[in-house]
Every structure is written in C-alpha cells, then in structure tokens.
Nanobody
Framework: QVQLVESGGGLVQAGGSLSLSCAVS????????MGWYRQAPGKQRELVAV???????NYRDSVKGRFTISRDSAKNTVVLQMNSLKPEDTAVYYC??????????????WGQGTQVTVSS
C-alpha cells in the first residue's frame, strides 16, 4: 500500500508565494520520479514540474523561472516552491509519483489534490 499525502496550497494574491509538499509512504522499493500536475476548471490535467531519481528537473514553460521542484530522497518527499504566482496558476495541484514496489512492480500514484487560488 502506497500513500501520497499533500500539504500546502491555499489563497494568495498575485505576485505571492506558496509551497506545496508531498510525502510518500508505504511499500516502496524505489521512487523513480516525482512531480506535480494541476487541473483548472474545465481544463485537462497538465504537468507542472517533474524531478527524476537522478535529480534533474523539468518544468512546463509557463512556470519556468517561477517554480522550483525539489526532492528529499531520505524522507520520500517532494516540494514545489511557487513564486511570483499569477491568477492563471489557479488550479487543483496533484502530486504524482512513479514507484517500484518491493515486488518489483511499477505504478503511478496520485495524491488527493490541493487547491491553489491566486487572486488578482
């Protein structure tokens, strides 16, 4: 059993900052990648940022230079630091982890989602 528990999010004015955290627990052999997705009302879920086990990160163009993803491998957590937030960043943010279990099966897991609202 694997669980992803998110924290952070909330309401902030444009130009402000928020930090999202996601902790992974359970029967984990390895975490191959961790990332954050978001889904705004009426839109498809989209990748925001991802960090792989080697530490390299990728971002969608619209958040480059404003968002930073980081990972604490010892604690199985991933953090998304969001600065210079814009109203268009408003969405439900979901943590995602690509995990290999002790049975050597690989799965994609999702957190429950956390709301980020940026007011203009």
């Amino acid at each position: 059993q694997v669980q992803l528990v998110e924290s952070g999010g909330g309401l902030v004015q444009a130009g402000g900052s928020l930090s999202l955290s996601c902790a992974v627990s359970g029967s984990i052999f390895s975490i191959d990648a961790m990332g954050w997705y978001r889904q705004a009302p009426g839109k498809q879920r989209e990748l925001v940022a991802v960090i792989i086990s080697g530490g390299s990160a990728n971002y969608r163009d619209s958040v480059k230079g404003r968002f930073t993803i980081s990972r604490d491998s010892a604690k199985n957590t991933v953090v998304l630091q969001m600065n210079s937030l814009k109203p268009e960043d408003t969405a439900v943010y979901y943590c995602n982890a690509a995990i290999t279990t002790w049975s050597r099966s690989s799965y994609n897991y999702w957190g429950q989602g956390t709301q980020v609202t940026v007011s203009s």
